[in-house]
């Protein structure tokens, strides 16, 4: 019996130091890998993945809150280039002496946390966005006297630069003088519709202004790669071309609407995505 009990005990405390019970040793990059190895391997895999997420979330450094900072930024630079295995020099001190179990306990706590300030940040970003575009909404009537026409995309190639050239007319209905245009182009295919590329098309009228009732007719090459010489519409035939009218500037300079421009319509979107994944990781 006392032999039973024995055996018992023993199964016991090998179950207790088996998996997540077991723990990191950050004496040395050698034993930290052989501790971290020893966890997983007799660790269940849905839990070597919540490790894994912890030990990346600790071994984040730099957490600022920028343009594409915040915890996603600062995950995706770090997941993009590495392994938790190959991060022993910013995780050796953090969970030396610690189960798996802890790390994951750590782990999750400071990605709620890094979450909860990039959520703040984001909410109000997305508020100053979403006003901005509300308000150049209603004060597009300001625009509605200024016409595009007869938007054309052709290709040329001089060499080996690919060409891509614009020619629209632009029709001034307006009661004032325009001097500068901020246009945005869309290629999309015939059938469906569907986007292939957009950008913001910017024309200093420098020569003269456009004055009302006045027609001018533009010609705007690009060669820039990647842009309206990307491979989506590249040498393509049968494209919608369509030029939209988003701000214009008056002759004293001054914008006749709110500007809200197709960047700024992007890191809407964009920002709007991050919160939906931000208020998840506040949930899990």
């Given at each position: 019996?006392?032999?039973?009990?024995?055996?018992?005990?023993?199964?016991?405390?090998?179950?207790?130091?088996?998996?997540?019970?077991?723990?990191?040793?950050?004496?040395?990059?050698?034993?930290?890998?052989?501790?971290?190895?020893?966890?997983?391997?007799?660790?269940?895999?849905e839990?070597?993945?919540?490790?894994?997420?912890?030990?990346?979330?600790?071994?984040?450094?730099d957490?600022?809150?920028?343009?594409?900072?915040?915890?996603?930024?600062?995950?995706?630079?770090?997941?993009d280039?590495?392994?938790?295995e190959?991060?022993?020099?910013?995780?050796?001190?953090?969970?030396?002496?610690?189960?798996?179990?802890?790390?994951?306990?750590?782990?999750?706590?400071?990605?709620?946390?890094?979450?909860?300030?990039?959520?703040?940040?984001?909410?109000?970003?997305?508020?100053?966005?979403?006003?901005?575009?509300d308000?150049?909404?209603?004060s597009?009537?300001?625009?509605?006297?200024?016409?595009?026409?007869?938007?054309?995309?052709?290709?040329?190639?001089?060499?080996?630069?690919?060409?891509s050239?614009?020619?629209f007319?632009?029709?001034?209905?307006?009661?004032?003088?325009?001097?500068?245009?901020?246009?945005?182009?869309?290629?999309?295919?015939?059938?469906?519709?569907?986007?292939?590329?957009?950008?913001?098309?910017?024309?200093?009228?420098?020569?003269?202004?456009?004055?009302?009732?006045e027609?001018?007719?533009?010609?705007?090459?690009?060669?820039?790669?990647?842009?309206?010489?990307?491979p989506?519409?590249?040498?393509?035939?049968n494209?919608?071309?369509?030029?939209?009218?988003?701000?214009?500037?008056?002759?004293?300079?001054?914008?006749?609407?709110?500007?809200?421009t197709?960047?700024?319509?992007?890191?809407?979107?964009?920002?709007?995505?991050?919160r939906?994944?931000?208020?998840?990781?506040?949930?899990?």
């Open positions: 019996m006392k032999r039973l009990l024995s055996l018992f005990a023993i199964l016991a405390l090998a179950a207790c130091s088996s998996g997540l019970d077991r723990k990191f040793d950050g004496s040395n990059e050698k034993k930290f890998e052989a501790s971290m190895e020893a966890i997983k391997k007799s660790a269940k895999p839990e070597v993945a919540k490790l894994d997420e912890a030990l990346m979330v600790l071994a984040v450094t957490v600022s809150i920028g343009y594409e900072g915040g915890i996603l930024g600062a995950l995706k630079k770090l997941r280039s590495k392994s938790p190959q991060l022993s020099e910013q995780l050796m001190p953090l969970v030396n002496g610690m189960t798996g179990r802890q790390v994951i306990a750590a782990g999750q706590k400071r990605r709620k946390d890094e979450a909860g300030k990039q959520l703040n940040v984001t909410s109000q970003e997305i508020a100053k966005l979403t006003a901005t575009r308000e150049n909404t209603r597009k009537t300001a625009l509605q006297g200024i016409e595009v026409l007869e938007p054309t995309l052709r290709f040329n190639s001089v060499g080996p630069e690919k060409i050239v614009m020619d007319k632009v029709r001034n209905g307006t009661t004032g003088g325009l001097t500068y245009l901020y246009l945005r182009g869309t290629v999309s295919e015939p059938v469906s519709g569907k986007a292939l590329y957009s950008d913001d098309i910017n024309y200093k009228l420098s020569e003269s202004p456009l004055l009302p009732g027609t001018k007719a533009l010609r705007l090459p690009h060669s820039s790669r990647g842009k309206w010489n990307s989506e519409i590249w040498g393509k035939d494209l919608n071309f369509t030029i939209e009218v988003v701000n214009a500037e008056d002759l004293a300079g001054k914008k006749l609407t709110t500007s809200f197709h960047k700024d319509a992007t890191r809407l979107l964009l920002l709007e995505s991050n939906q994944t931000l208020q998840k990781m506040l949930e899990d």
